[in-house]
Each structure stands twice: as C-alpha cells, then as structure tokens.
C-alpha cells in the first residue's frame, strides 16, 4: 500500500496560530501533492487555496506518518510560514471558516492525534521532529 502525500504550513501570530475548518473538523492548512510538486510546492499553494493569505514557505517544522487497516498510511510534511500578502482567490470549497486562534486553545479545535501531538511538540521544542503514530493502537482522537 502507498502513502499518501501531503504538505502543510504553521502561521503564527504572536501567541495565535492560523487554523482552517473543514468538513472533517479544524486542522492547520494542508493537502495533498500533485504530479510534479514538491512537499514545499504543496504548503505554499495549499496556504493560498484554504486561507487566502499567500503563504511564504520557510523551513520543515515536522513531519508526521500514520496508518491505519480502515484507511491506510499518510506522510505529511509541515513547514513554518509567514503571510507575505492576501490573494482576492475564492477558497476551497470545502472550507468553512479560517481564524487566528489562541495556541493555548489548540486542543479545543484539533483533537485528532498525529496532528495535535506533533503540533504540540514542535510549539514546545520549535524543533525539526518526525512522529510516526499506528492509529490502530492509539485512536484517532485525544
């Protein structure tokens, strides 16, 4: 079975941090690759397409893999970012609300596990980490 791929950007302001929702609940701004992207590629279009602000990608922040039997394995590729303007782009459809949020409230917008956790760890260290998680042992959510 293969991976899927995806990238996504950590925005923050202050002690806020850029958080988007979807169908499926809040996350940070992330998505799939496409052919011929890179994972920073990704993050950057990926910032544009669900938040609106145009995203300057810096450096990777974490990387978290985690699988499942239901619904298989994910690599997804996080980087820390700055808004370097604000596009007039129409968002993806799927998103319903873009906020700056409390970083001390994180745990009450994200609660899925490889997403909150590795999160939290890079708020605390501000280092590069990888976090793998077996969702099959742990569960999905905190």
Do not use: C, N
């Not at 280092?127 to 793998?132: A, K, Q, R, V």
Request: net charge negative.
């Amino acid at each position: 079975m293969s991976h899927k791929l995806a990238a996504g950007i950590i925005v923050l302001d202050g002690d806020q941090i850029l958080l988007v929702k979807d169908d499926k609940g809040w996350g940070l701004p992330k998505g799939g690759t496409e052919q011929g992207e890179t994972f920073k590629q990704s993050a950057m279009r990926e910032g544009v397409e669900e938040t609106g602000y145009e995203i300057e990608a810096k450096e990777v922040a974490f990387v978290t893999e985690f699988t499942s039997k239901k619904h298989g394995s994910y690599l997804q590729v996080y980087y820390t970012g700055d808004i370097i303007g604000q596009t007039h782009q129409e968002l993806d459809q799927e998103i319903v609300a873009v906020e700056f949020i409390p970083i001390q409230r994180l745990r009450e917008y994200i609660t899925f596990h490889p997403w909150i956790l590795s999160l939290e760890r890079w708020l605390e260290k501000r280092e590069l980490g990888y976090h793998f998680y077996d969702l099959d042992e742990i569960g999905y959510r905190i």
